[in-house]
């Protein structure tokens, strides 16, 4: 049965705004020309060196530093004892020079563009048309590291970290990953076989110290065989992608966002989420926002089935937490009827994040003993007729209801019809943990003129509860009066 649906475009970038180009030039047998001798000039040389290039030094003798005659002793450097020419830049893929005076920076920058040799003057940015960053080195495994020159300190403190992750076999593996490509890629097909085969070599090579000897790597070649024989069904993963900020995403969760084929992907999702993906990742925005146009959920069941059966890992990546009010379980019940894997991976749930962001406990035990998580609207539009709000106006509890914005004032007054005080402390929120984050703190009487402050534009949380005190408390009596109407403090 074709699946019919108007797959909305996504206007938010693919790739966020890089301040450079990261590429990784092939020095091999290379001339590069260097001008200077200093200690600056000898440590760029013993890293083109090590990149197989060919470095003709153009200097003085006396301008030699210690580190560079230790080089040309070694016979990594073919030393020029005079200052360099523009002749020097003939057949020349790099330049870099090393110049105190700006005006002899500023001729060596020139000369080089118009030899059209990309160059580089040290500690001069405005005359460097490529920049070296931070390296780890686990080669052929490279990490590079730039931060565009504004922060060097912080490039080498995120080298520092990364070397910790990166273990020192890792090298080893690399070059086995090589040995083996051509034999992987004669007997697996490009497609799930294939990269189920090498998220196994990867997970190994993280955990195993040493890298595989003979026996070893012939079992990596037997589960070649056995991954070949394999029928290729795919996989759907349930993905929390929490509030929106993407350092709370769960490392399992990051892991599968780069190992998927596909994303499906909520409105709520932010783009910073999304920028931890796989590249190559299939992604269709499949959000339901009121009053715009959206993917029914039958819809959105009949993409997961149709990607899984074909093969794919499929990701359903929902803001929040998957199991709180994400229509889960009607997305597992016809997954697991059609016999497809499925997998959950929690997310932080806007309700814990707002309290994470106020800096208080939902069940700070002199405030509550349960808390409750409630949906403000039905799938009819207007509050569910389930609730119990007698039990939500338990002074003893707090309570927070999701997507409420526009309930705002029925829920104010159910609450305070079924008992709940008007002086209750109470919370709205929306873009929770993002840089566009709103709040209004007041009380309970207050919050339908509050909606209006707020605005209606993005879904918000409203949080009711004597748990909110602290955060009453710390709030600006002069400017929670001028927000919510509410009397000053006294």
Known sequence: MPITFSQQSDPRPRIAPLAKLPIF?????????????????????????????????????????????????????????????????IGASLALGDFEEEKDAQTFHAASCRAGVPVNVIDKPAYCQFQFGAIVNRSPVIVSISTDGAAPILGQAIRRKIETLLPAALSAWAELAAQIRETVNRNLPAGPGRRRFWEHFVDRSFTTSAPPQHGARQALLERIASIGSAPSLGSVTLVGAGPGDAELLTLKAMRTLQAADVILFDDLVSAEVLELARREAKRMLVGKRGGRQ??????????????????????????????????????????????????????????????????????HRDHAQQVRFVTGHSRHGGLPDTIDWVALADPHQTTVFYMGGRMAGKIEEALRSAGLPKETPAVIMSSITRPDERRWIGHLANVPSAMDEIGYDKPVLIGVGNAFSPALAATDPVRLAAASGAPQAR
């Open 25 to 89: 030039w092939d020095l091999q047998g290379k001339t590069v020309l260097l001008a200077g001798g200093s200690d600056g000039a000898a440590w760029k040389a013993e890293l083109l060196a090590a990149c197989g290039a060919t470095v003709h030094v153009c200097c003085e003798h006396e301008d030699m530093s210690p580190a560079m005659q230790a080089l040309l002793a070694q016979g990594a450097i073919i030393h020029h004892p005079r200052p360099w020419q523009a002749s020097d830049l």
């Open 294 to 363: 959206s993917c029914k959920q039958e819809d959105i069941n009949d993409m997961m089935v149709k990607f899984a059966r074909a093969g794919k890992r499929v990701v359903r990546l929902k803001a929040g937490d998957p199991m709180i009010f994400g229509r889960a379980g009607e997305e597992i019940e016809r997954l697991q009827k059609e016999g497809i894997a499925v997998d959950i991976i929690p997310g932080i749930t806007a309700a814990v994040a707002m309290a994470s962001s106020l800096g208080i406990s939902l069940t």
